[in-house]
């Protein structure tokens, strides 16, 4: 047991004395839309897009990146439950900004240890032993934050199993005031079609 587990788990004791009928939630969400964003911490996309249990489907990943893994659970989202409307949101400030893939490459060629940065970087200062599997990974780093959003949307838009009648929208979240900030070219290219 740890510290943390404890307080994980005192802080869901609180959360179920309240639960009241958010068991019989169904399993469709209400609003009928989806919400692909980033797993940094900062962001609650229960806050800032004004959702309570049972509105929306989240998808989190590092970066709020358009992978495989997010486009399927899209894909789940609207051909078994129903979503009508997808929202791609990246942010300010985003630790996928600060590494491209050889530099994760590289420091998981060095050690399995966690990195540090600092102004020249990204610094590995474990111990191996590391692994070169890093080399064959795509890490879908980010170096164009608004053309990272148009390149998500533009992949879920052109997605074989994706209805063009979905709109998909794109937006940048302002670590720094809170604002969803809308990306023009995203949504011209999320736009629904007929």
């Known amino acids: 047991m740890t510290k943390l587990r404890d307080e994980v788990m005192a802080a869901n004791a609180a959360y179920t004395a309240d639960f009241g009928d958010k068991g019989n939630l169904p399993m469709p ?47 789940i989202s609207y051909k078994l439950l129903g979503t009508r409307e997808w929202f791609v949101i990246h942010h300010t400030d985003c630790g ?13 060629t060095s ?14 200062h474990g111990a191996g032993p590391g692994s070169v599997d890093g080399h064959f990974v795509q890490w879908l780093t ?4 608004e053309q990272a959003v148009v390149d998500d949307v533009r992949r879920i838009r052109s997605h074989p199993l994706v209805p063009g009648r979905i709109p998909i929208h794109g937006m940048i979240y302002d670590c720094g005031s809170g604002r969803l900030l809308e990306i023009p070219e995203a949504d011209r290219a999320g736009a629904a079609s007929a």
């Open 29 to 75: 969400p209400g609003r009928r839309f989806a919400v692909l964003t980033c797993m940094d911490a900062r962001l609650d996309p229960a806050r800032f897009a004004g959702l309570i249990e049972g509105d929306a489907h989240v998808i989190r990943n590092a970066g709020g990146r358009a992978s495989d893994d997010a486009i399927r659970s899209l894909v």
């Open 96 to 108: 996928m900004e600060t590494f491209d893939n050889d530099t994760m490459a590289g420091l998981l």
């Open 111 to 124: 050690s399995l240890e966690t990195a540090s940065v600092e102004a020249d970087g990204w610094h590995d």
């Open 142 to 145: 980010i170096s164009d934050r």
